[in-house]
């Protein structure tokens, strides 16, 4: 049983920042984060490899946000800056076995996924 517990989610004015944390599976997994706001599907935000040296991210976030991980502490990071109104939604940790970083990101077929976590960006 992969169990995945975001944190750090909460409100925030526009152009602020806000970290989420997401306490990861002990072993080698692809890790990476979507979200959904109200009414609309889950989207890919992004994603980073078990090594750390593959990154990808939205078209919407890049430049704004940052992910990375500490294997040593099983934890992953999303550094959230410049967050706009339309950043709002909840934020969902999400793994996967599967070490092609790239395929997850093109097929979106994350096999493990957290509870989620409210970001609202206010204006």
Request: with cysteine; proline share 3%.
């Amino acid at each position: 049983q992969v169990q995945l517990v975001e944190s750090g989610g909460g409100l925030v004015q526009a152009g602020g920042s806000l970290r989420l944390s997401c306490a990861a599976p002990g072993r080698p997994f692809t890790m990476g984060w979507f979200r959904q706001a109200p009414g609309k599907e889950r989207k890919f935000v992004a994603a980073i490899s078990w090594s750390g040296s593959s990154v990808y991210y939205s078209d919407s976030v890049e430049g704004r946000f940052t992910i990375s991980r500490d294997n040593a502490k099983n934890m992953v990071y999303l550094q959230m800056n410049g967050l706009k109104p339309e950043d709002t939604a909840v934020y969902y940790c999400t793994a996967d076995r599967e070490s092609d970083t790239a395929a997850l990101v093109t097929t979106g077929l994350w096999n493990y996924w957290g509870q989620g976590t409210q970001v609202t960006v206010s204006s």
